[in-house]
């Protein structure tokens, strides 16, 4: 009987305290910065709060993907609902490409036709967003590297305490020097960093929904490492997708050195497994071929659903 392995845990049942903590934490900051910014007349934070919001958004469509992949496959999804969780990040970067266009058109009006704000009440608010937004991040800071929403999570609200810290300091230099127009060029820097870590989340989305490569994963790597299996002749027809932002698939022809018998086939195959789930790939399916005879391909599961 093939041994078990638990190189690989399911990030999202551990994430599942921090999303509803970054989610509750970033709302409240988000009710707080619209009322902050509509009584100061704030477009800076009006537009952190617009942010935030959509920060809020994805956390929340991120928590429900990672339900679903609770929910077991059946006979008309059999892969479960795994792929939601990829779908949900590409959701979410087109969400925040829409709110760069809003918040670039209203920056830009206000750039030309600045309006007196309260720089200091901008600092404190501002203030108060660096500690909630890092203090959030860091929650993240553990799963970041083995899923991809956890991954966007992490990098979002990083960049949203970056944005709070730059509204601080613009606060602070439009208490002292009365230079409003500080106020809708802080807005433009907060598009220019949506804009940057959204443009990662949405490429790696948009591969990981057309079944691409997962870009930590190397076709060539997979089969250089499975050649080197002793009995193994070759590994083609390979196939490497995602099944959602924290699991992998493989399927491929397994060419088997001649005279392998049926023992050292299982024993090929378990190798093989314990290998690619070192190279997070979880689900593998393996047709294996032997060139000295005619027998017929067999086609073995190599991990259990």
């Known amino acids: 009987m093939a041994h078990e392995h638990d190189h690989h845990s399911i990030v999202p049942l551990k994430m599942n305290t921090a999303f509803v903590v970054g989610i509750v934490l970033n709302f409240v900051f988000v009710l707080v910065e619209v009322t902050a910014g509509l009584i100061n007349h704030s477009l800076s934070l009006l537009s952190d709060a617009g ?3 959509a920060d809020v958004g994805t956390l929340a469509l991120s928590l429900f993907a990672y339900r679903l992949l609770k929910i077991k496959s ?17 959701f979410n970067a087109v969400v ?41 991040a860091i929650m993240f800071f553990r799963g ?10 992490y990098i979002h609200l990083m960049a949203d305490a970056l944005v709070s810290l730059a509204i601080v300091i613009g606060g602070i230099g439009m208490y ?32 990981l929904s ?5 870009e930590n994963i190397s076709v060539a790597d997979v089969k250089s490492a499975a050649i080197k299996i002793n009995g193994v002749e070759d590994l083609h027809h390979i196939h490497i997708w995602a099944l959602s932002t924290t699991e992998n698939a493989l399927t491929a022809h397994l060419v088997l050195s001649p005279g392998v018998t049926i023992h050292e086939e299982q024993k090929i195959k378990h190798d093989l497994k314990h290998l690619l789930e070192h ?4 689900h593998v399916t393996l047709e294996t071929e032997r060139e ?3 027998c017929e391909a067999e086609v073995c599961m190599v991990t259990p659903e």
Not at 76 to 88: A, C, D, E, M, N
Not at 121 to 131: F, K, L, R, T
Not at 210 to 214: E, H, M, N
Request: glycine letters at 4%; hydrophobic letters at 50%.
């Open 96 to 136: 925040l490409l829409i709110s760069i266009g809003i918040i670039t058109f209203e920056a830009i009006q206000r750039l030309f036709h600045p309006r007196p704000v309260s720089g200091l009440n901008i600092a404190i608010i501002a203030g108060i967003g660096i500690v909630i937004n890092f203090t959030t």
């Open 51 to 53: 942010h935030n919001l």
């Open 74 to 90: 059946n006979d008309q999804f059999t892969y479960g609902y795994r792929k939601t969780s990829i779908l949900v990040a590409l």
């Open 144 to 153: 970041k590297d083995d899923d991809l929403n956890v991954k966007s999570a």
């Open 292 to 294: 000295d005879d005619n």
């Open 176 to 207: 002292y020097l009365q230079w409003f127009w500080i106020d809708p060029l802080l807005s433009i820097v907060v598009v220019l960093v949506i804009l940057f870590t959204t443009w990662h989340l949405l490429k790696d989305s948009l591969r």
């Open 279 to 282: 190279k997070n790939i979880h």
């Open 210 to 214: 057309l079944d691409a490569v997962p």
